[in-house]
C-alpha cells in the first residue's frame, strides 16, 4: 500500500519560502507520478503541480507558475515544492497525491489513486 507523508509546512510571511515535502513508500517510486494539491478555506480543492517520477515530467497551474517548482529526490522516494514569494492567499492545506503513470507522457491533476494527510502552510505577518 502506497503511503504519503507530507512535511515541511508552517509560518512563513508574506514574501517569505517554505519547501514542502512528500515522502513515498509502498510503490516503486519510478512508477509513480506524485501532484500537489492545496485546500483552501472557502476555495475549491486546487491541483498545484504534477511530477513524473521516472522522468521529470512536470506540470504547473497558472496560478503558481513562476512561484513554485516542484521537484523530486529517487533516491530518497520524495518529491518536494519550493514556494517562494509566498502571499496571505497561499494559506491553507497543502497535499500531496499519487497514481502511477503507466508510461505516459503526462501527469495532471486528475485521477490520484493515494493521498496524504496534508501540511498546513499559514502565510501572514
Known amino acids: 500500500e502506497v503511503q504519503l507523508v507530507e512535511s515541511g509546512g508552517g509560518l512563513a510571511q508574506p514574501g517569505g519560502s517554505l519547501r514542502l515535502s512528500c515522502a513515498a513508500s509502498?510503490?516503486?517510486?519510478?512508477?509513480?507520478?506524485i501532484t500537489w494539491f492545496r485546500q483552501v478555506s472557502g476555495k475549491e480543492q486546487e491541483g498545484l503541480a504534477c511530477?513524473?517520477?521516472?522522468?521529470?515530467?512536470?506540470y504547473y497551474a497558472d496560478s503558481i507558475r513562476g512561484r513554485f517548482t516542484i521537484s523530486k529526490d529517487n533516491a530518497k522516494n520524495t518529491v518536494y515544492l519550493e514556494m517562494k514569494r509566498l502571499k496571505p492567499d497561499d494559506t491553507g492545506t497543502y497535499y500531496c497525491?499519487?497514481?502511477?503513470?503507466?508510461?505516459?507522457?503526462?501527469?495532471?491533476?486528475?485521477?490520484?489513486?493515494?493521498w496524504g494527510k496534508g501540511t498546513l502552510v499559514n502565510v501572514s505577518e
Open positions: 497525491a499519487a497514481a502511477p503513470h503507466y508510461g505516459g507522457f503526462y501527469c495532471g491533476f486528475y485521477d490520484m489513486d493515494y
Open positions: 509502498g510503490f516503486t517510486f519510478d512508477d509513480l507520478a
Open positions: 511530477i513524473k517520477s521516472n522522468d521529470g515530467f512536470t
